[in-house]
């Protein structure tokens, strides 16, 4: 491949290059899996480094790491095991497993939140696959992360504001809800809290970057779009029940939890709040950029 088409690939290109290298040279028996089988698989991932190709070898020890590759020493089930493109890889469900084992829970949801939007793959595949070793250190961690995950989140920006909202101990919101007023359907919003007749919105830059007309920029097309929504409060079934209060945040920066609002009405008051706070965040694959939340 020539510098000037690999200078052009992002790091999810890049790793699947390494990791299509690395398997192809490793010895029979090797299955890529963790990071380097959810990036064949095409899941998304947040802040999770890519330097690495991941291998499982189904044997008891001998694992170790180098520059290029990590092998684990596992046991994997004949069923676990796939084909991507001709490389043995772990099955969704392993993958998702496997790094709801190991990574931190917030960025286990986004994987899991990605694969099960994306694939045919279930939290009951998944829970399976974790059954297989209960004596695992971080099962009880994975079984966490696997009960907040849900097929209905569709970005890493709406997979990282639940895992803010259960940092938060917010009441869970709705995810993906059709909205009406009187004239009939209104739009999707992202989250609804139908108690509180709050609308949540994550507007990602990734999210209206690619949809952006020439000369403008992604604010520029945020911006119109917040013009284009009602003036009014929308209702949250059909024009005839109570209306939201829509709430919108998007991405500058890391996300730092901090205390929030205690008290008999603390719910109403922590959820315009997060709004307010230093909690914005990059969808960026490394190192996120410190930002201040933006408020709608």
Request: hydrophobic content about 35%.
């Amino acid at each position: 491949m020539d510098s000037g088409h690999l200078s052009r690939l992002d790091a999810y290109g890049r790793h699947r290059l390494r990791a299509e290298a690395v398997a192809c040279a490793a010895s029979p028996g090797a299955t890529v899996s963790h990071v380097s089988a959810a990036v064949l698989h095409g899941f998304e991932l947040w802040n999770t480094p890519l330097d690495v190709v991941h291998l499982s070898r189904n044997r008891r020890g001998g694992g170790r790491k180098s520059a290029r590759r990590h092998v684990h020493s596992t046991w994997l089930a004949d069923n676990e095991i796939t084909e991507v493109d001709g490389l043995r890889v772990t099955t969704p469900a392993r993958t998702v497993a496997d790094l709801a084992r190991t990574l931190t829970f917030e960025q286990a949801l986004v994987v899991g939140n990605s694969a099960l939007h994306r694939s045919r793959l279930t939290k009951d595949a998944v829970a399976a696959s974790l059954a297989l070793s209960p004596n695992h250190p971080r099962h009880r961690h994975a079984l966490h992360a696997l009960t907040a995950m849900d097929s209905r989140i569709e970005s890493v920006g709406e997979s990282r504001s639940l895992a803010l909202f259960l940092h938060e101990h917010l009441p869970l919101p709705e995810p993906q809800v059709d909205i009406h007023d009187a004239r009939g359907f209104a739009g999707r919003v992202d989250f609804l809290w139908r108690e509180q007749r709050t609308i949540g919105e994550f507007d990602g830059r990734i999210k209206y970057g690619r949809l952006v007309p020439a000369g403008r920029s992604p604010e520029d097309a945020l911006w119109n779009e917040k013009l284009r929504e009602p003036t009014t409060d929308l209702p949250a079934r059909g024009g005839r029940g109570p209306t939201c209060r829509p709430r919108h945040w998007w991405q500058v920066g890391s996300w730092r939890p901090s205390r929030a609002a205690t008290g008999p009405s603390a719910t109403d008051r922590r959820l315009p709040q997060l709004e307010r706070r230093n909690a914005g965040w990059s969808e960026s694959e490394h190192l996120p950029v410190e930002g201040q939340l933006g408020v709608a």
